[in-house]
C-alpha cells in the first residue's frame, strides 16, 4: 500500500490522533466516529475538507475496511474495540492505558496472536526526546549501574461527570446548577496508579527491563470532586534486572499537571520535570561543588513538530505508521504494552491488600530479553553543551 487508510474510534482524545495522522504524509485518515453529535460535528470540520466521513457508530466505522484504526475510546472498553477491530482485518493503535484488567490484556494477546494483526500502545510519553539522550548515557555509563528509578504523574482531574452532549463538568458544578443528567466518566473511579503508563514505559525503555513484583500503598479519599477514586497511589516496583522503580500517580490533588523522571546511578543521576523544560544532569567525572549541570533537552528535538503532548504525539502517528508500511513491528507492540499495563493493575490490587507484595506475571510466550524500542527510535548521535544549573 502506498498510505495506510486510517479510522479513528472517538473524538475526545481521538481528535488529535485525527488531527496527528492529517499531517503523517503516508496515511490518510478516512473516517472517525463518536457517539456524541457535537464531537461529530469538530470531527467534520477536521475531516470533512479531506473527504473523510464521521459516523456514529463502531460498526459503521469498520464497514469502511480502514487498514488500521485508533482506539481512543474510554478506557474500560479499550480492548472489547481494539480485538473487535483486529477480527474485522483491520490493525490497531490503542490509547493507554490500553486495559482495564490481566484478563483484558490475555484477551488482547491472544487476539493479536490469532488474527496476525499489528498492535501497538500509544504511550506517547516513550517518545519524549529527553529520553533517547538518558538512553545514549546510560550506555556510555555516565551514571556508573543504574539502582533506582522514579516516575511523577501529577495531573488534577476533577471534571469527573460527563452531560448528554458530552460536555465535562465538576460534581460541584453540576450541583451548582442542578444538573441531574450527568453521569460518571471512566475515570471517576479507576485507581490512578493504573494510569501510570506515561512514566512506567519511559522508564522501562531506557533502562531496558520489565517489573516483577510490587507493593503499593494508596492515599486517603479527600478529593470531593472525585470521591469514587483515591486522592493518589504510590507503588515501589522490582524489576528482573535488579532496580527498584517508584511510581506516583495523583488524579485529585489540585497543581499544574507535570511528569516528573529521576535516575539515580552509583556515579551520577539525570532528572528532567515538566515545569522546567530541560534536563538535568549530575554524571561521572563532575564534581559535588559543581553541582547540576544543564542540558537544554525537552520533549522534542528542535526540529520535532510540536503540537500535542510537546512533539511526542505525532511521533506515535509516524513510528506508527511507518512500521506497517515497511511490514516492520510496532515499536511498543502488545507483549511490551502488557509490560508496561499490567504493573499498574496488579498495583492496584496490593493497595487493596494494605501493601501485600504481589508478582507481576510474564504474559510472553518466551521470556523478555530486552526492548525493541530502539531498533525503531534512534540514539542521538550529539548533544546541546552543558552549562550550570541555577534554578530561576
Known amino acids: 500500500m502506498d498510505k495506510l487508510r486510517v479510522a479513528v474510534l472517538g473524538l475526545g482524545r481521538g481528535r488529535a490522533h485525527v488531527y496527528n495522522f492529517l499531517r503523517v504524509e503516508q496515511a490518510q485518515v478516512i473516517g472517525a466516529c463518536d457517539r456524541f453529535a457535537a464531537r461529530r460535528q469538530r470531527g467534520e470540520e477536521l475531516l470533512g475538507p479531506v473527504g473523510g466521513k464521521v459516523v456514529p457508530e463502531f460498526d459503521d466505522l469498520l464497514e469502511m475496511q480502514p487498514d488500521a484504526v485508533v482506539i481512543a475510546s474510554n478506557a474500560k472498553l479499550q480492548v472489547q474495540h481494539a480485538c473487535q477491530a483486529m477480527e474485522a482485518g483491520c490493525h490497531v493503535l490503542s490509547e493507554i492505558p490500553g486495559a482495564y484488567t490481566q484478563e483484558e490484556l490475555v484477551r488482547l494477546r491472544d487476539t493479536v496472536e490469532r488474527t496476525g494483526m499489528t498492535y501497538m500502545l500509544g504511550e506517547n510519553s516513550c517518545f519524549l526526546d529527553f529520553l533517547r539522550y538518558w538512553r545514549k548515557w546510560i550506555l556510555e555509563g555516565r551514571f556508573g549501574p543504574i539502582s533506582i528509578a522514579e516516575g511523577e504523574y501529577l495531573h488534577y482531574l476533577p471534571h469527573t461527570l460527563y452531560a448528554p452532549d458530552g460536555s465535562r463538568v465538576t460534581p460541584s458544578e453540576a450541583r451548582a446548577t442542578g444538573r441531574t443528567d450527568c453521569k460518571p466518566v471512566w475515570r471517576a473511579d479507576q485507581p490512578p496508579i493504573q494510569y501510570l503508563t506515561h512514566d512506567l514505559g519511559p522508564l522501562l525503555e531506557v533502562l531496558d527491563d520489565r517489573v516483577v513484583s510490587v507493593t503499593c500503598r494508596s492515599a486517603p479519599w479527600r478529593c470531593t470532586e472525585a470521591p469514587l477514586r483515591s486522592d ?29 523522571y529521576r535516575l539515580f546511578g552509583t556515579e551520577g543521576s539525570a532528572e528532567w520535570f515538566s515545569y522546567e523544560g530541560f534536563c538535568r544532569r549530575f554524571g561521572r567525572g563532575r564534581e559535588e561543588k559543581e553541582g547540576w549541570e544543564r542540558i537544554d533537552i525537552g520533549t522534542a528535538a528542535l526540529d520535532d513538530l510540536t503540537d500535542g503532548h510537546g512533539g511526542s504525539d505525532i511521533k506515535v502517528a509516524q513510528y506508527f505508521t511507518e512500521a506497517l508500511l515497511a511490514d516492520k513491528p510496532s515499536p511498543i507492540d502488545v507483549y511490551r504494552g502488557i509490560e508496561i499495563a499490567l504493573p499498574g493493575i496488579i498495583a492496584n490490587k496490593s493497595a487493596e491488600l494494605g501493601g501485600a507484595q504481589l508478582a507481576i506475571p510474564d504474559l510472553r510466550r518466551e521470556p523478555f530479553t530486552g526492548t525493541t524500542f530502539w531498533e525503531t527510535v534512534s540514539l542521538p548521535d550529539a548533544e546541546p553543551p552543558g552549562q550550570p544549573y541555577k534554578p530561576e
Open 232 to 260: 493518589g497511589q504510590i507503588a515501589l516496583f522490582h524489576t528482573a534486572r535488579g532496580l527498584l522503580i517508584q511510581i506516583m500517580v495523583t488524579l485529585n490533588t489540585r497543581r499544574p499537571s507535570e511528569h516528573r
